[in-house]
């Protein structure tokens, strides 16, 4: 059978043809799913910017499903599920994400820091730790490791706590000298607390490992407060009130402006050991210091224990009160100087008194500087924000 050419010359440009619409075809859809993702992208970006999550949700959703290779889409999808507190959501996401063969390695980091922050938010600590720890040598190293500084203090493992802390601090990335001295206060507080309530000793527990810890954190922190009263606390547990008392005289050279704290226990300890006029001129130094600034209603407190405990007469002690009150008015100081004053209608004293006592409460507080924490005890860290030395040693009456 004789091949005929014609057929050939007929057939080539008909292949072509077709192949050719074939193409334009391809290019066709090709273009109108490029201009249907932006769109619904753009779609997203504008309810996102008029708050309108659900509908931002939805937008980003559709445009995923055109295009599920665009990890910047999978990125503001997981975020919104993250902020609606949809956080299963945006663990799948991510995950989505990090399972991807050909994710290149930014953001493989990004998605592995997202991940973390999912883990987070959800609760779930043990896992969020193993994911912020696959971000050790990465972009986001640092951020990792203030993060489980974080998670560790909220957990209280303070051994934990100080093995970042010092990580970060060799690497240069800041002072947590102050933050060191404090886990290692924390650290002795717990083996006070469980000694006092009985629990059996460690084994291998060297009975003197709170004051070991305390003079650490001294060392760590030489001008931080808590040490030193902390370890003043440790030897009035031991029935050593003088070496307590000459611990406390250490800290106007160091922290002076914590004096307050501890002025009244400095009084106390003063008298125990019969350096009350050594207390009383520690005080009266603070003052002096202050200037013109009227002095802590706590120091005014304690100066009159200390005069009382002289044997000065307690109407000429009270009379601190009234110089107190000179220098900055104070509804406290007044209310503790009329509670043992006498006058004409005796019989109402005690329903004024406890009026002006109910109303000067509220300014006896202490206020966290970061969050606004109000709290009637003195925290070393807020139970409101978590951050270190946050609460000024003073009243809220005296801010």
Excluded at 127 to 156: F, G, M, P
Aim: glycine fraction near 6%.
């Amino acid at each position: 059978m004789q091949f005929d050419s014609t057929w050939f010359l007929i057939g080539l440009p008909l292949a072509f043809a077709l192949g050719w619409l074939a193409s334009r075809f391809d290019l066709r859809q090709w273009r109108l799913e490029n201009r249907q993702a932006p769109k619904a992208y753009f779609k997203g970006l504008n309810y996102l910017l008029n708050e309108q999550q659900d509908q931002a949700i939805d937008a980003f959703i559709e445009a995923v499903q055109r295009d599920p290779d665009t990890s910047e889409l999978h990125f503001a999808l997981g975020n919104l599920f993250r902020r609606r507190g949809e956080y299963e959501r945006a663990v799948r996401v991510h995950e989505h994400l990090l399972s991807r063969a050909d994710l290149p390695a930014a953001d493989r980091e990004r998605a592995q820091h997202a991940l973390a922050l999912d883990f987070i938010k959800a609760g779930l600590i043990d896992r969020a730790e193993d994911a912020l720890l696959k971000l050790k040598d990465t972009r986001y190293a640092q951020q990792a490791a203030l993060t489980l500084l974080s998670i560790h203090e909220r957990a209280r493992e303070w051994a934990k706590a100080g093995e970042i802390a010092r990580q970060l601090q060799t690497q240069g990335q800041g002072d947590f000298s102050v933050r060191l001295a404090h886990y290692l206060c924390e650290q002795a507080e717990a083996l006070q607390r469980k000694k006092a309530k009985g629990a059996a000793p460690t084994p291998g527990t060297d009975p003197q490992a709170v004051r070991q810890l305390l003079d650490e954190a001294i060392t760590q922190a030489p001008n931080a407060a808590r040490p030193r009263i902390q370890l003043a606390g440790w030897f009035a547990a031991q029935n050593d009130p003088t070496r307590a008392f000459e611990t406390l005289l250490q800290l106007p050279a160091h922290a002076p402006q914590c004096l307050p704290l501890v002025a009244s226990e400095l009084v106390r300890l003063g008298v125990a050991c019969g350096k009350v006029d050594q207390a009383l001129a520690t005080l009266e130094g603070y003052v002096q210091a202050q200037g013109a600034h009227a002095p802590s209603i706590d120091v005014t407190d304690a100066i009159v224990q200390a005069l009382a405990a002289q044997g000065v007469p307690p109407d000429h002690a009270r009379e601190r009160y009234l110089q107190h009150m000179a220098q900055e008015p104070s509804l406290i100081a007044a209310a503790r100087w009329l509670a043992h004053e006498t006058f004409a209608h005796e019989a109402a004293h005690p329903t004024v008194q406890h009026t002006l006592d109910h109303a000067a409460r509220p300014l006896a507080r202490y206020r966290c500087a970061a969050c606004g924490f109000e709290t009637r005890g003195y925290f070393w860290q807020c139970p409101g924000c978590q951050t270190w030395e946050s609460f000024p040693p003073r009243r809220i009456e005296e801010l």
